[in-house]
């Protein structure tokens, strides 16, 4: 188990004090060429850097296949809720966008990725709604420069007690 990851989730009056800190850090996950050919296969993109291993080690500058960016950076969703970041008594939580994303690295077939996330803020959109912005850094095991950083904006629904009629 991961000694970085939150015992259990931050209340929303908790994440409004937070901006700055470190909400927390993934588990390592596997980026191996099943998955690369999974996210070729879902859409659409089957360039030879991602899914033709012998091609990738003649011709690639990194003699390996390597992980589309968007899959890298659509692994931040999951890496996510899987910390505990998100406050026990949301309703709902839905990808609002990303601001600022940045392909840093390649993720090289059969490497081990994981995400760290920081509170940039947390704004209230009404009663019961909240912009949480987060910096995200997807790092690579072993690998000094990250994959990738995105600033992530989520909207948060607070699930409301209501009186029963």
Known sequence: MNETRPKTPPTYEQLRTMAGQ????SEWTLVDQHRID??????GDHQWIHVDPERA?????????????????????ALALEMG?????TQAAFNYGFDKVRFIAPVKVGSR???RTTLMSMEDRGPGQ????????????????PA?????????????????A
């Open 85 to 89: 970041i998100v406050p026990e008594n």
């Open 57 to 77: 080690r003649r011709q690639s500058p990194f003699r390996t296949t390597i992980a589309h960016g968007y899959l890298t950076l659509s692994i931040i969703g």
């Open 38 to 43: 999974q996210f070729a296969e879902c859409t």
């Open 22 to 25: 470190e909400l927390g850090v």
């Open 148 to 164: 990738l950083v995105a600033e992530s904006l989520v909207m948060l629904y607070e699930r409301r007690n209501r009186a029963r």
């Open 130 to 145: 909240y912009l949480m912005k987060a910096a995200n850094t997807i790092e690579i095991e072993g690998e000094e420069k």
């Open 113 to 115: 990725i994981r995400l």
